[in-house]
């Protein structure tokens, strides 16, 4: 299958989508730390987007609350790659099976972002672009890592009344989003749905001085 043929299964809403994958930059989605270094660990995760019944929508995971490490945290599905993994799409969607239950054939891969650093955890991290064919209701498979799933609309994101920004113990300060949780959408996942939804035209203008602190569970 071309590109081409892939883009055009794709909702028009996404098509912007698909064209800026190939040109967008590492220092357009995180300024501050833009470039993995060498020994960083190869990991993806998995941007996955629908046609949902309150119109398009993302599909997030909250962490579940028992783990050490960002609690409650909502974040795309993902991880660590594996030695079997050909690629970053075997990657993302192997750690997607097996965390929300969603299967490589449900959905239509559409590109990949560049590879972003995580430096707390150092992990280069590959986002993989995917549509998802036929949504349906999924419950976490891996109930130790995942405690609930969000089907949630883009319009309540991009919604300025749902924008913020958090300011973490340590003085770092970012973009956040309201989604109903007890624990907001914040760090590597808000930066990322934030920084490209600006560079696609989609961000309304919201005001980055109204500040929260993270919540106590992290």
Known sequence: MTDTDVVDQLPDWL?????????????QLAPRFPHPPPDARPAAVLICFADGQDGPELLLTQRAATLRNHA?????????????????????????????????????????????????SNFAVTCVLAYWLKPRTLEPVSTAEVGSILHHPIHLLIDPANR????????????????????????????????????????????DNVTRPLPEIL
């Open 72 to 120: 409650g945290q909502i974040s795309f599905p993902g991880g660590a790659s594996d030695p079997d993994d050909a690629d970053a799409v075997a990657t993302a969607l192997r750690e997607a099976q097996e965390e929300v239950g969603i299967d490589a054939d449900e959905l239509l891969v559409f590109g990949t972002l560049p590879t972003l650093w995580l430096p707390p």
């Open 15 to 27: 098509h912007p989508l698909a064209e800026l994958a190939g040109s967008v930059r590492a220092e």
């Open 164 to 207: 913020f920004s958090v300011v973490h113990p340590t003085g770092w300060r970012g973009p956040a989003f309201e989604v109903g949780s007890e624990v907001p959408l914040w760090g590597f996942t808000a930066g990322v749905i934030s920084r490209l939804f600006a560079a696609l035209g989609w961000e309304q203008p919201w005001d």
